[in-house]
């Protein structure tokens, strides 16, 4: 018996030393580097962005074609506002709608540089209208802000780097390195007819760039548990996006005499037994990149945990919401309140995390309804993307960027749960990164195609700079 005691002790000393010992040796991955000088921006470029938020180029859906009159209108606007570099640069349109700018470089040698924004933006529910704070495409200015559809999402992107550009030319800026920006017009609907068709054209043109960026990455302030530091968010990669139509069908009858197995309750049942028995939670890469980065920025306690994920990986999994998610979106069925009906539906949407695919996913619905639940792949549809690396050199000059820019900034690498444009560029690309400085706190998550979004002025102008100064950076 003293021997088995003995042992185990041995044993939970052995563990807690292997603790100890990986918790004190994850050590700050957060590079050294001096800070950036500061760029001079005019207060002009607030009402730039504001004339821009005025123009509706919403993207309802796959089925309605876009509003000829506020694209157009919005691409002579940004001709008239950016007069160097509509003078400079080469501009071609694509799908009518869509911008590709060129910028072309003094060294052919060197794989070009692409940065990507989106000029849609999502409709405003008619009914949240007198929640704003202004109207949604009034494009007000305040003393802290600026209000509208788009100051987020993704139009503050767009403006910002085109303003950028417009200051390195009017500085006779010369780049080695070309310069493609890429603006889809239909990234709110999966960007098939915009971003999609900019990365055939470019391939079909032999482009093979360094590094794309594009939206998706943030800095986090007071997001995360345990760090009061801004935390600057590299996304390098993306879930992928499906959703699935289950159909029921049945010979319905009068509800005074309902059958056992009814259209509804049938496919109720089907919805319940997907949203509990999800698909696992696993450690993927970039995830496990994100557990590296962040662990040593924490508390001892979360640092702990963070270091020996081998031990405690079940809560930081669930942090870090790495599973294939179940969201059930949409339910119909049912003509008069007296009646069964035949036929009933519902849509369930899936982000897929890497590892798994479509198909993957089919298979665990079908293995997890009834059999009496019909299964459809439905409308736009994408497997995860790839990922890009973090020992590259792009990788370096981005970080060293950020961290230049925002000292007190800690840099990570993650990925995304939510879809961009950029899932497109892959192959043309390098590395694909998400990422440009727009703060994010706990009251401006909720802003993301929703009531009052709205982007901070100084924060606006941290987006022209980090946009100057990557530009530069990559020469």
Request: charged content about 20%; proline content about 6%; glycine content about 8%.
């Amino acid at each position: 018996m003293k021997k088995i005691l003995f042992g185990l002790l041995g044993a939970l000393v052995l563990l807690v030393a292997v603790i100890l010992f990986n918790t004190l040796t994850m050590n700050s991955k957060q590079v050294d580097v001096d800070p950036l000088p500061e760029v001079a921006i005019s207060d002009e470029v607030y009402e730039n962005l504001s004339k821009a938020i005025q123009f509706k180029t919403i993207s309802f859906n796959e089925n309605t074609p876009p509003d000829s009159a506020e694209f157009l209108g919005f691409h002579a606007f940004l001709e008239e506002t950016f007069p160097l570099t509509h003078a400079n640069l080469s501009l071609e349109k694509i799908s009518d709608y869509t911008l590709l700018y060129k910028w072309e470089g003094s060294d052919p040698e060197k794989k070009p540089l692409i940065l990507m924004s989106h000029q849609d933006v999502v409709p405003v529910d008619e009914p949240t209208l007198m929640d704003w704070e202004a109207p949604p495409f009034s494009g007000q200015i305040t003393e802290s802000h600026i209000i509208g559809r788009g100051t987020m999402d993704d139009k503050g992107t767009l403006i910002g780097v085109l303003e950028a550009v417009e200051m390195l030319l009017g500085e006779s800026f010369q780049p080695t390195r070309t310069l493609y920006i890429a603006s889809g017009h239909d990234e709110e609907i999966g960007g098939v007819n915009g971003a999609a068709k900019v990365a055939e054209y470019l391939k079909s043109k032999g482009v093979q760039a360094a590094m794309t960026i594009d939206e998706g990455g943030f800095i986090t302030e007071g997001l995360i548990p345990g760090i009061e530091k801004p935390v600057a968010v590299i996304n390098l990669s993306e879930k992928g996006y499906a959703t699935f139509k289950l159909t029921v069908e049945t010979k319905g009858g009068h509800s005074s005499a309902p059958p056992r197995e009814n259209t509804i309750g049938i496919l109720a049942q089907a919805i319940v037994d997907l949203e509990n028995n999800q698909l696992p939670y696993k450690m993927v890469t970039p995830l496990d990149y994100q557990v590296e980065y962040l662990g040593p920025e924490l508390p001892f306690f979360l640092r702990m945990a963070f270091a020996n994920s081998w031990l405690l990986k079940g809560p930081i999994l669930e942090g870090l919401n790495a599973h294939t998610t179940t969201a059930p979106t949409i339910i119909s069925g049912g003509v008069k309140d007296n009646v069964i009906p035949t036929v009933a539906e519902a849509r369930v949407n899936f982000r897929i995390l890497p590892s798994e695919n479509i198909e993957s996913v089919k298979a665990h619905i079908e293995n997890t309804v009834s059999d009496l639940v019909k299964v459809e792949l439905e409308g736009f549809a994408t497997n995860p993307s790839p990922v890009s690396g973090i020992d590259s050199e792009e990788y370096k000059t981005l970080e060293r960027t950020i961290r230049g820019m925002f000292p007190e900034t800690i840099v990570i690498p993650s990925m995304i749960g939510g879809g961009t444009d950029a899932r497109y560029f892959y192959e043309i690309s390098d590395e694909v990164y998400r990422f440009y400085p727009l703060r994010m706190d706990s009251t401006s998550l909720t802003r993301f195609h929703g009531i009052d979004e709205k982007i901070g002025k100084e924060n606006y102008k941290e987006i022209i700079e980090f946009s100057y100064q990557l530009i530069k950076a990559m020469q």
